[in-house]
């Protein structure tokens, strides 16, 4: 009797109609995996390819590189000294759909988020979608006592080809350490693809991070993230795009910047 | 505030036919909302471009954007220098920061896409999503 009634006032109706605006905003989470540089790659391109067809719900993927390698931006220069040297050491290279500089993927997280602006609670603008994804990874490792800050300059200081040799405003920055996380973005004007690799301090316990980085995420974006396999459409395409971009030399060596590729 | 001689598409590019030359480039408002504009994808000469499809990608404070061609057609022209300028791009975007020159396969496609006062209503519609 009691429930009935409660279900007839006004905030049990504003409850109902809260639930219904949350259901709106659930994005995917997409299971964490360890993968080869090129399928990496590949996977986050395929998701932001058929989001721009299909409309598929924001998604957000957490992973990592087995083995490690050097992510180089779109346009980035591979007769760089630093790339060459990383490249002696033996590190696999590819090259990002995304802009930006050199990253090791080494003792490191990445992620990759992928939507259409302004739909179920995906930022309006790419300057949103870099601020808070940054602000749930500094949250993530402030909840595990980390002292972790976002830039704060406007202007970018550059000081080298590696990404973390080169600060803009809300990179994440590890007390004592110096910048730890950054992203790249590729959009196409209505949906945004925006990844980014989080150097690990030592002591990190990874499962712990990841929980937090999820949590944070549903927080500061107010999303729900509902796990989820890819699909079998997306892991065709990734499996194709391995094979006929990111394990190519022309695309790898050569790049945006001297081969434009069409709808890459 | 867009020049009136101009066709304008909802991706923010601007196209203007000069003696069956179609020539296309990105308005004053994509510069500004892609800030500096630092590195730029161009295609080839004699290449050939499809109506909606990118054709030139641009990158701006580690994001790549890509530009769409209001056309389909053969190109005729490439703007090589906006490759050691791309500041060009923001700096004079209907003059010297011009991307591409066409030869369309169909005429009158222009006919479509809005003049400078739709593009101004457009662009503030869009400030105000």
Not at chain 1, 99 to 110: I, N, P, Q
Not at chain 1, 211 to 224: L, P, S, Y
Not at chain 2, 37 to 61: C, D, N, Q
Request: hydrophobic fraction near 35%; aromatic fraction near 10%.
């Amino acid at each position: 009797m009691l429930r009935k009634r409660r279900e007839n006032e006004p905030h049990a109706l504003l409850f109902s109609q809260l639930n219904e605006v949350k259901a709106a905003r659930e994005w995917r989470l997409i299971p964490f995996g360890a993968y080869s540089p090129s399928l990496n790659m590949a996977i986050d391109e395929a998701i932001f390819r058929l989001m721009a067809e299909n409309k598929l719900p924001a998604t957000l993927r957490l992973y990592t590189w087995n083995p490690p390698a050097l992510s180089i931006g779109y346009f980035q220069n591979t007769e760089s000294p630093l790339i060459t040297e990383y490249l002696k050491k033996g590190y696999p290279l590819v090259r990002r759909p995304t802009g930006g500089l050199a990253v090791l993927h080494k003792d490191e997280m990445s992620y990759s988020m992928v939507g259409t602006f302004a739909r179920d609670g995906f930022p309006v603008s790419k300057q949103e979608a870099y601020k808070k994804a940054h602000e749930s990874v500094r949250k993530a490792l402030s909840d595990l006592g980390f002292e972790v800050n976002l830039y704060q300059e406007e202007k970018l200081w550059y000081k080298g080809d590696l990404c973390s040799s080169s600060w803009i405003a809300y990179d994440i920055i590890l007390g004592g350490k110096g910048k730890i996380g950054g992203s790249a973005q590729r959009t196409n004007g209505e949906v945004l693809l925006q990844h980014g690799c989080i150097s690990l301090p030592e002591e990190v316990n990874r499962d712990c991070l990841r929980e937090k980085v999820v949590e944070n995420f549903e927080k500061i974006f107010q999303i729900k993230l509902k796990q989820q396999e890819l699909t079998d459409v997306e892991l065709s395409l990734s499996k194709k795009l391995v094979k006929e971009k990111y394990e190519k030399w022309d695309w790898n060596y050569k790049g945006g910047r001297f081969l434009f590729l069409g709808r890459d | 505030m867009y020049p009136k001689e101009l066709k304008y598409t909802k991706t923010h590019e601007w196209a203007r036919e000069d003696d069956g030359f179609i020539t296309v480039g990105i308005t004053s408002f994509a510069a500004e909302e892609l800030s500096d504009i630092v590195y730029v994808g161009l295609p080839s000469e004699g290449g050939k471009v499809e109506k909606g499809s990118s054709f030139a990608t641009l990158e701006s404070v580690k994001a790549v954007s890509d530009v769409y061609s209001p056309v389909s057609g053969k190109i005729h022209e490439v703007n090589h220098g906006l490759q050691d300028h791309p500041e060009l791009l923001n700096k004079d975007p209907y003059g010297e920061g011009w991307i591409i020159s066409v030869i369309p396969v169909e005429k009158g496609e222009l006919n479509d896409f809005m003049n400078a006062e739709e593009y101004e209503k457009f662009v503030e519609e869009e400030k105000g999503k």
